[in-house]
């Protein structure tokens, strides 16, 4: 693969590195398509969704949808289509395709396609200011002092370790915003009616 010198300087230090990788499950193919970023991996094997990653073609036959359909769900959560043959899903991206047909049974399929469109953009602001939370606060400061890959990697790890909390938070905030959404809507509706009412047989005011 050529990740690996043992005449260079930095020999013992990628050492550590590709054996810590290699301890989180990193595979060749992993290590040969991150050689750039070999530190950042780290978090990529703690924050995939399944071990094995699906074609297009598997993503359909275990999804029970059609091509059409995952493209167009994957479109409006903000990725682009798949190369050929490129193994772009994870077995849970599939796994939860599976249940489109439950929610298109209540909300309708334009009404998910566009709900996708919403939770995509809005996870995708937060990836990316956890991403310049990580850089600025915590990957700066250990380039700064000295820079050490195998900590990079570890910090990597620890801040992927801290994601079940924040999805916990993500699912916690999430529900209390749906009440508070309900119960303004629902005010919104008593105020119709109230004008409704206003407006009403005996009331003096006309409707417009």
Request: glycine share 8%.
């Amino acid at each position: 693969m050529g990740l690996y010198d043992p005449n260079a300087p930095d020999a013992t230090e990628t050492l550590a590195l590709l054996e810590y990788l290699a301890g989180l499950g990193a595979t060749k193919e992993d290590l040969t398509e991150f050689r750039n970023e070999l530190p950042g991996l780290a978090s990529v094997l703690k924050l995939r969704s399944g071990r094995d990653l699906l074609t297009l073609d598997e993503t359909v036959a275990r999804s029970g949808l059609s091509e059409d359909l995952v493209l167009r769900i994957n479109r409006a959560a903000g990725f682009p289509d798949p190369e050929p043959g490129a193994r772009s899903f994870s077995e849970r991206q599939a796994d939860l395709l599976a249940t489109f047909a439950s929610a298109e049974r209540v909300f309708g399929r334009d009404a998910i396609i566009q709900l996708t469109r919403v939770l995509g953009s809005a996870t995708e602001r937060i990836a990316e200011a956890v991403v310049s939370a990580f850089l600025i606060n915590v990957q700066a400061p250990i380039v700064a002092e000295r820079e050490d890959p195998l900590a990079i990697a570890r910090a990597n790890t620890a801040a992927a370790d801290l994601i079940p909390l924040m999805m916990a938070l993500i699912d916690e905030m999430l529900r209390s915003h749906l009440i508070a959404a309900r119960r303004t809507f629902r005010g919104t509706l008593d105020g119709d009616d109230a004008a409704s009412g206003a407006c009403g047989p005996g009331s003096g005011a006309r409707r417009v």
